[in-house]
């Protein structure tokens, strides 16, 4: 159950304009077809405002151009502002400053007093952690790494030595930075570790999933930009170079040397292999592979494997499909000729 906040409120906070009643008191957030009166829903197609109607919420997120007649907060981008509009209801629980007595932390660790270390938690020498940054429990936190302010690490999150963290970052559990990348050289008496001894950048408001990991360089800086956000189980490899707001859907690998630039789109169960670069704006579609050192260019739209643009990849999906009856057809035509052949 979320605070008690009122539609005018809502609407300030919004920097919207609102119709109906003002006074309404909102306590929480839910879909169109189960919100009750005391529930704020959204708008976000034209399928939902055909059931608009049907829907008991108390107030709607809707765009400009949804019809008047009930109490609505009329907003650019509803599902955008629904999202504010939860921060709102449900506000982050207060940081209580302070480590648990439980805590390991090194004579050297500068913490700021503003921030939280929870049950269990190991903190390595010289470690520095920011203002208001939350430390879960059991989370180990290696030698030298830098951790900004306002951050949150569930518990269970394990930062190896020397990682870089920006303000804001969001890490949840089981997530691992800087572990060895997989380098290996071959030799004549098998494979021997090529020593993995560069670092991992994450920059500011980046938000890494469950159980996601993300290598150390083998030599230079694994690098994850501003903004980017990271789904559950997402690997990103030794010296890839994440650029600025790029999101990463789950289950998605990606080989050492990938470079993935601004705004890129990656879509789940997608390979990508070494030294690839997807460019600025690029979207690569569920479930599709990136040859080693291949290029998708600026805004492209790729999927299969091996990936390929959106409609040669239709195209193609469309001629399998008529397969079993070409193949029928070619049987047909074979027995006309051999019957032709024989009399």
């Known amino acids: 159950m979320g605070e008690a906040v009122r539609v005018d409120e809502i609407a300030r906070h919004l920097k919207a304009g609102f119709e109906g009643a003002g006074d309404l008191e909102i306590i929480g957030v839910a879909p169109l077809e189960s919100a009750g009166p005391s529930e704020i829903a959204f708008i976000g197609s034209r399928k939902a405002a055909a059931h608009a109607d049907r829907s008991s919420a108390g107030c709607l997120l809707v765009t400009h151009e949804f019809p008047a007649g009930r109490t609505v907060i009329r ?24 480590a648990h007595p439980t805590a390991v932390i ?48 569930h518990p269970h999150v394990t930062i190896y030595e020397h990682v870089s963290i920006g303000d804001r970052a969001v890490l949840h559990s089981g997530c691992v930075l800087g572990a060895d990348g997989f380098g290996f050289v071959r030799g004549p008496d098998g494979y021997r570790k090529f020593p993995q001894i560069g670092r ?3 920059g500011a408001d980046v938000e890494i999933g469950a159980n996601s ?17 990271l789904d559950n189980l997402v690997h990103i490899g030794h010296n890839c170079s994440i650029g600025r707001h790029v999101v990463i859907a789950a289950q998605t690998g990606l080989s050492g040397g990938v470079v993935v630039e601004d705004y890129a ?3 789940g169960q997608v390979g990508i292999g070494d030294k690839a670069r ?3 704006g690029a979207v690569l579609g569920s479930g599709c592979g990136i040859l080693t050192s291949k290029i998708v ?3 492209q739209v790729v999927w299969g494997t091996p990936a390929r643009p959106l409609k040669e990849h239709l195209e193609q999906l469309a001629s399998l ?5 070409l193949r029928k057809e070619i049987a047909e035509l074979e027995k006309r000729l051999r019957d032709r052949e024989t009399g």
């Open 75 to 98: 907003v650019d981008d509803p599902r955008g502002g629904l999202a504010s509009v939860i921060a709102l209801l449900y506000p982050r629980p207060p940081l209580t400053p302070g």
């Open 106 to 153: 090194a004579l050297d660790a500068e913490i700021a007093t503003s921030a939280a270390i929870g049950a269990h938690a190991v903190i390595g020498a010289g470690v520095r952690i920011g203002e208001r940054t939350s430390i879960g429990a059991s989370c180990s936190i290696g030698a030298g790494a830098r951790i900004g302010a306002d951050c949150m690490l």
């Open 200 to 202: 991992v950048e994450i």
């Open 213 to 229: 990991c993300i290598d150390r360089a083998a030599l230079g800086v694994t690098r994850i930009g501003d903004g980017v956000k």
């Open 265 to 267: 789109v990656i879509g």
């Open 278 to 280: 997807i460019e600025t």
């Open 297 to 299: 260019r600026k805004g």
């Open 321 to 325: 499909s008529r397969l079993p009856k």
